[in-house]
Nanobody
Framework: QERLVESGGDSVLAGGSLRLSCAAS????????MGWFRQAPGEEREWVAY???????RYTASVQGRFTISADRVKASLHLKMNSLKPEDTAIYYC??????????????????WGQGTQVTVAS
């Protein structure tokens, strides 16, 4: 059983920055894919970004150029640096892992383990 713990959520003004972290022992494994998802009130969970064990990254169009996903295998931590935040980025952010192989997907159902989420609120 892998455990994921997010931190770093906060309330900021539009244009501000935040760095989310996810403590993830799965990063010490040989094969993995890690993703960030978010869920706004009344909305479905939305894929934000992913990174695989080779360092390949991908982002949803609405955050491309503003968000950066990274993974520190030594510290077993996943990060999401969020710049130029907009009110529409307001959501609970979740990290998720897939360890059966290192293929990454944008569908939440493809991921095996989830954190409890951290709230990001962006005020205009």
């Amino acid at each position: 059983q892998e455990r994921l713990v997010e931190s770093g959520g906060d309330s900021v003004l539009a244009g501000g920055s935040l760095r989310l972290s996810c403590a993830a022992s799965v990063l010490t494994r040989r094969y993995w894919c890690m993703g960030w998802f978010r869920q706004a009130p009344g909305e479905e969970r939305e894929w934000v970004a992913y990174i695989d064990d080779s360092g390949t990254t991908r982002y949803t169009a609405s955050v491309q150029g503003r968000f950066t996903i990274s993974a520190d295998r030594v510290k077993a931590s996943l990060h999401l640096k969020m710049n130029s935040l907009k009110p529409e980025d307001t959501a609970i952010y979740y990290c998720a892992s897939r360890i059966i192989d290192n293929f990454c997907y944008t569908e939440a159902r493809r991921y095996d383990y989830w954190g409890q989420g951290t709230q990001v609120t962006v005020a205009s």
